[in-house]
């Protein structure tokens, strides 16, 4: 994904999905540990300032990965079916 048209991974919504999909797999995980979550803590985690967004969201996922986290298959599989021939979002 992080070499496809930013431009169009904005306009496609495709961005947005699987940011929700990343953020809802760091609630998960949160709550499954006891912590509070909010949705601030997310993008803190995520460091989403940085200027790559993209890169960000599959560090995160990688992460995420490691701490266990869930994520929800059939959203991932949208993601997957809405995105370019050739883009990898694994």
Not at 50 to 66: F, H, K, S, W, Y
Not at 68 to 83: L, Q, T, Y
């Amino acid at each position: 994904m992080a070499a496809q048209d930013f431009a169009a991974l904005l306009d496609s919504g495709l961005l947005r999905e699987v940011e929700e999909i990343v953020v809802a797999a760091h609630r998960g995980m949160y709550e499954s540990q006891g912590k509070a979550w909010s949705r601030p803590d997310a993008y803190t985690w995520l460091r989403y300032e940085d200027p790559a967004p993209v890169t960000r969201l599959a560090e995160g996922v990688r992460r995420l990965r490691r701490g266990g986290a869930k994520f929800d298959p059939e959203a991932v599989d949208k993601a997957c079916a809405r995105a370019p021939k050739g883009a990898d979002l694994n």
